[in-house]
């Protein structure tokens, strides 16, 4: 959640100094590397998106948890990407997911990391009933939490560049 208001704030600023640049105002021999700059930071801040997204685990199907004791297995543990993470029952019949039998033998399957990070918050336990879309699972990436501390000094970087060669009007 931290990571999604950290990129949104990134973004925002990135917007309006590029509005600001592309008005012609300010020192004109610096305005071409501070947009060289600008365009940087809009990439990284893409790319930290995109990797946000992978950071949170959900249901590809309308199932059941069929992990026991998932916090206890998860919770604060490293893992890898393509890591098996816990395991779905699905039903024969879709209207009957509610009111699957765990214990029978039911097709499963198997929901994997998209990505390495650490386990920060496991949303289901054994038993819930998910459907495709719902969050199971957030991922923390240690890399993330530095670029974005990377991202954010480079914004103030380029903000004190506004104040000194002229801010926005």
Known sequence: ?????????????INTLETWMNSGRGTYEKIPAAKAALENLK????????KLQLLTIKSPIDG?????????????RPVTKGEVLLTLALPRDPLAAQHLDLSSGTT????????????????VKYGDHVKPGD????IQDPKLDEKMSWLKHEIESLKDWIQKYGPPK
């Open 43 to 50: 990439l990284q801040a893409d790319l930290d998106q995109q």
């Open 135 to 138: 969050v199971l699972l957030q």
């Open 64 to 76: 059941k948890v069929a992990t026991q004791n998932l916090r206890e297995k998860l919770i604060e």
């Open 1 to 13: 959640k931290q990571y999604a208001a950290d990129i949104a704030a990134a973004t925002e600023t």
């Open 108 to 123: 499963r399957r198997e929901v994997r990391s998209n990505t390495e990070g650490i386990i920060k918050e496991v949303l």
